[in-house]
């Protein structure tokens, strides 16, 4: 056996193993290696491929530590327009949903898968033969910016199927998130450097996904969960075998939905997850309910903008009373300054919050706060909470403007 022969034998068998542990690491959360072994895999295919270049594939594993540079997002034409959901806050207005479902397919028994509704941002993915393809973000649902390069950094995505009965095109659809843990990391290291820090992790990771830098990109860990499978006469008559097929492909599919009997079922999963979903490691806003059957799908059709079969339930942004104690003022390397607020303890969204950003001076005067002012503040997308406004019915008559220059607690350098 020739030189080329045992390389490309050998890069075959790297590739299958790092895939294998990427799966295990990132969907299982069942490891087998170490990651100083893993990183001694992924170094031999690195070297091999700079040794036979003419082995290195757009899927490589090796392609995901990024470090292409792309000037200008390609605009692409969805094959399936990414029509946005319907959504509603109320109770009433998901039973209405139900009726109007019912009604359009009389005498027929009606399922729902409930989802956990990501709040990321929304990407459709191609597949061609098993392999990563394109990643097209919403945009307008008729057309979105081509992002493949930064999307191929993640690692619980991948570029390569398991071996499985998948059509030989299709398209599926998901949210890329941050997770919590990871946001924080970002947004520490932005205001370390006078950067101002993200509001919320949907929007860390929106911008994430347009850095012209795909290094930077893989250095920020995205993540995604994916929910949707579209093509031409895909085999599944219902959703929720959809989904289990593309678990099986190797997708990350979240398991914290559920197939409903009855719309009581959908609400007891919405109300427990109300409860759960400070307890998850990343951000969502609702849950979204689907009807499972294919063919009912297809008969109850779309409106303009949104699918007839599908809803969202947002949940409330929770939100709370407190008193402004003092502000902090955190200058970074660059001068930049954010201004933060100290309050007395309030419980939201299941922790004990003590602090809320004020982003920035113009906001203290727009807010028109007062020292010792009671204030409402709200954890919805927000990992640090925000102000949004003052009880003026607890103001006290005698009190003064806020005053940067005479009413600040401390400075902290960082």
Known sequence: ??????????????TALIN????????????????????????????????????????SPTQRVGGEITKNFET???????????????????REFHER??????????EYVCELKFDGVAIGIQYENGRFKRAVT????????DVSTNVKTIRSLPLRLKDGNYPEQFEIRGEIILPRATFERINEE????GETPFANPRNSASGTLKLQDSGEVAKRKLDCFLYALYGE?????????????????GFKISNDRKVCQSIEEVFAFINYWEKKRPELPFDIDGVVIKVNSIAQQNELGFTAKSPRWAISFKYKAESGSSQLLSVDYQVGRT??????????????????????????????????????????VEKGGEIIPKITGVDLSKRKANSKKWNSSTNVRSVILS
Do not use: C
């Open 1 to 14: 056996m020739n030189k080329n022969s045992s390389a490309k034998e050998r890069v075959a068998e790297l």
């Open 20 to 59: 294998d542990h990427n799966y295990r690491y990132y969907i299982l959360s069942d490891p087998l290696i170490s990651d100083f072994d893993f990183d001694q895999l992924m170094n031999e295919l690195i070297g091999l491929e700079k040794d036979y270049p003419e082995l290195l594939e757009s899927d």
């Open 76 to 94: 692409v034409k969805h094959v399936y327009p990414m029509l946005s959901l319907g959504n509603t806050y109320s109770e009433d207005e998901l």
């Open 101 to 110: 479902v019912v009604k359009s397919i009389p005498d027929e028994k009606v």
């Open 138 to 145: 919403r945009g307008d649902g008729i057309q979105g910016d």
């Open 190 to 193: 932005r205001i370390d450097i």
């Open 233 to 249: 006469n895909l085999p599944f008559p219902s959703h929720e075998e959809g989904l289990k097929a593309a678990s099986s492909w």
């Open 335 to 376: 001068g930049a300054i954010t201004p933060v607020a100290n309050l007395s303890p309030v419980p939201l969204a299941g922790t004990i919050v003590k602090r809320a950003t004020l982003h920035n001076e113009d906001q203290i005067v727009k807010l028109d706060l007062h020292v010792d002012d009671t204030v409402f």
